[in-house]
């Protein structure tokens, strides 16, 4: 059967996909994967066949901003007021991107028809384009559901404002009509999209760019903790705060600055800490005792299915969802904005690497995952699903 997957370009969007992309491939099937151009390397080491499609997201938030008005000077986006940055996000998510999409893949459909389009559930176009073809299409969550975010609220109005204008009717939940991937856990999925959608389970398998693991890992006498922001919320004042608290704890810290965060604006750290631009996370998580992180879905995700204890430090997005959650679940904890201090991060770490009701929570979460469909399972059903 021939297949194409689509999914916006990041880390957060396109890895997620990964594993279903190359069990069906290695199940026999003709497999192209389709995003933008920056992220094709990516998928490369994975060993798919590529196709470039649809904009870079910094590319598309400049178009955005411009089309918007007269530029005002540069700020990152957390020095940019709500009322201004929502909108540009609707737009972004909600029509620069789709656009884009929807004008790549319907010439590529034309040369590679195939028989189901694998859409991320973020990437509209890809669905929208499959749907004027005529073609079958699924979505392929990335996470949790969020339904009470409003920035996730604005993006989707703003996608089905953009379906509508297509003829197309939209979902609630992007669904598209269709089945649903979902690889979060069905304990901690949001009740109302379980309630309203088709949902196909799929065991949420970590994929990254393989590399060695950091010198030390396999060989400590003390916890290990990982400490991330991700790839794309990343904050230096966050960072040097829980750094600052778990170096004091009797633990080994391994920080991702990610590509964000330079190092250098960290300063000098203490011995029992570690600073990596990046590290091999999949591979990394059966060698951690506990993730202090963002909340981003992949992270929040690998520790479920790696039995972690988790901290979060949500900054934006779907984190503060993910966050709920965690709590929900009783395997983790958060800090919220000016609640991240050295003494507040080394609190909670300490009660969450120690806290037997914790771990044993963590154990019943992680026992849930591996009891989801693999993604070879799921490859195989991917033709009754047209």
């Known amino acids: 059967m021939r297949l194409l997957f689509t999914s916006l370009g990041s880390f957060g969007h396109t890895f997620p996909l ?38 870079e997201i910094r590319d598309a938030f400049g178009q955005a901003f411009a089309e918007a008005g007269p530029p005002g000077p540069r700020r ?50 890809g669905a ?33 404002a953009h379906g509508a204008a297509l003829g197309i009717d939209v979902g609630e939940d992007l669904a598209f009509g269709g089945p649903f991937l979902d690889i979060c856990p069905e304990s901690v999925q949001e009740p109302g999209f379980l309630a309203r959608t088709t949902r196909v389970p799929l065991r949420p398998v970590g994929w990254s760019e ?37 170096s004091g704890l009797d633990v080994d810290v391994l920080v991702a600055t990610g590509p964000t965060v330079d190092p250098a604006a960290l300063g000098e750290v203490p011995s029992n800490v570690r600073l990596e631009a990046w590290v091999p996370q999949a591979a990394l998580l059966p060698h951690v005792d506990l993730v202090v992180h963002h909340g981003g879905s992949g992270t929040t995700l690998g520790a479920f299915g790696a ?48 806290d037997t009701s914790i771990a044993d929570a963590t154990r019943v979460l992680a026992a849930e995952v591996a009891a989801m469909p693999s993604p070879a399972e799921v490859a195989a059903q991917l033709p009754t699903l047209v």
């Open 307 to 354: 039995g972690l204890p988790q901290l979060l430090l949500p900054q934006g997005a779907d984190q503060f969802s993910n966050a709920d959650a965690v709590i929900a679940a009783g395997v983790g904890d958060r800090l919220l904005a000016a609640e991240v201090t050295a003494d507040a991060v080394a609190a909670k770490a300490r009660h969450l690497l120690t």
């Open 210 to 246: 393989p590399g060695e693991l950091p010198a030390g890992v396999l060989e400590r006498s003390r916890p290990l903790v990982y400490l991330t922001l991700g790839t794309a919320m990343g904050h230096a004042g966050v960072l040097s705060a829980a750094i600052a608290g778990l």
């Open 18 to 55: 990964v594993p279903l992309a190359v069990a069906a491939r290695d199940a026999g099937h003709d497999v192209v994967f389709a995003t933008s151009e920056d992220f094709l390397p990516q998928l490369t080491k994975a060993g798919l066949e590529t196709a470039a499609a649809g904009l």
């Open 128 to 160: 929208f384009a499959a749907m004027k073809a005529g073609l079958p299409v699924v979505a392929h969550g990335f996470g949790r559901v969020s339904s009470e975010d409003p920035m996730v609220t604005k993006i989707r109005d703003a996608i089905r």
């Open 76 to 125: 990152p986006p957390g020095e940019i007021p709500p009322e201004v940055l929502g909108p540009i996000v609707a737009k972004v998510f909600g029509e620069v991107m789709p656009q884009r999409f929807v004008a790549d893949l319907l010439p590529l459909f034309s040369r590679f028809r195939p028989g189901l389009v694998v859409s991320e559930a973020g990437n509209s176009g």
